[in-house]
C-alpha cells in the first residue's frame, strides 16, 4: 500500500530527484517534495509526491530528506531555509555532485541547528534513476547511513557506505572522471567505426561483447548510433558544473588528469555549437564534424 513504509521528503525534482522521488512513492513511501520549477511540481504530483510550499515544509512533514540540487547557490538555500524553520534532528541526504567546500560547509550550519546531513552522491544518468539503476556513495554517521539503506535500495540498486563525510564526494569526482572520458572515447570510436564504412548497430554489438566495453559506451553509443540527443539523461550544460568541479578537485591535489583535461576542448566544443540542452552523447557530433562524417 502507497505510504506504508514511512515518510521521506525529497527536496529537488528535476531529473534525478524527480526520479528519486517517483520511484520511492510507488515503492510505498509518503513522499513529500519541493522545487521551484512548475512544470516538475506538476510531474511530482502526478507521481503522487506531496508536493509542499518550502524546504522546511518539507522536512517538517518527514525527518529523513534528500536534496537534489543544480548549483551550490541552491543548496545553500535550502540549508539555512532547514536551520532557520525545520524541527530539530532532521537528517538530509545530500545527493548532488557540487564542490566539496560547499557540501563541507552545508554540514556545518545544519550540525550547528542541531540536523545531521550526510554526503550521498549518486552515479548514473538520469535514464538509469528512471530505471532504479543508480549508485549511492554514502558518506557520514554510519548509523544514519545504515537507517537510510531502504530509502536508497528503493531508488538504486547499490548503496556504500564510504566512511567520512565527503568520501562520497571524492568517490564521485574520481567516477565521473571516468564518465567523462569513456563518453568522449565512446564517440570517438563510434565515428572512426562509421568512418570505415561499419554499421552502427554493428559496432555497439561487437564492442559491448569484447574487452573495450565500458557502462558509458553501453549507455551512450546508442544514442549516438541514433543521433538520439534530446531529452537529455545529462545535458552538457549541466555536465560542465561537474567538470568543472573535478577540474578544481584534482588541482587543489596537485593530480595531474592528462586525459580528463583532453575532453574539456570537445564539451566546449559541442556548447559553442548550441548543444547545451543536448545529452553528453550529442559530442559525437562534434568528432563527425573534425572526421568530415556526413550522415542522413
Known sequence: MAGSKGRVGVIGLGTMGGAVARNLAERGWTVFGYDVSPQRIDEARSARVQVVDSPAAVAAEAESVLTSLPSAAALHDVVRQI???APGGRVVAELSTLALEDKMRAEATLRAAGHVMLDCPLSGTGAQAANRDLVVYA??????????????MDFGRSASDVGA???????KFVANLLVAINNVASAEAMVLGMKAGLPPQQIIELVSAGAGNSRIFELRAPLM?????EPAT?????WQKDMRVIDE??????CPTPLFTATESVYRAALANGQESQDTASVCTVLENMAGLQRS
Open 165 to 171: 563525510f565527503g568520501n562520497g564526494t571524492k568517490m
Open 249 to 254: 578537485f584534482a588541482r587543489q591535489l596537485g
Open 225 to 229: 548510433a541514433e543521433q538520439r540527443y
Open 139 to 152: 558518506s557520514g554517521d554510519s548509523e544514519r547511513i545504515s537507517a537510510l539503506h531502504d530509502v536508497f
Open 83 to 85: 536551520a532557520e524553520r
Open 234 to 238: 545529462m545535458s552538457i550544460g549541466l
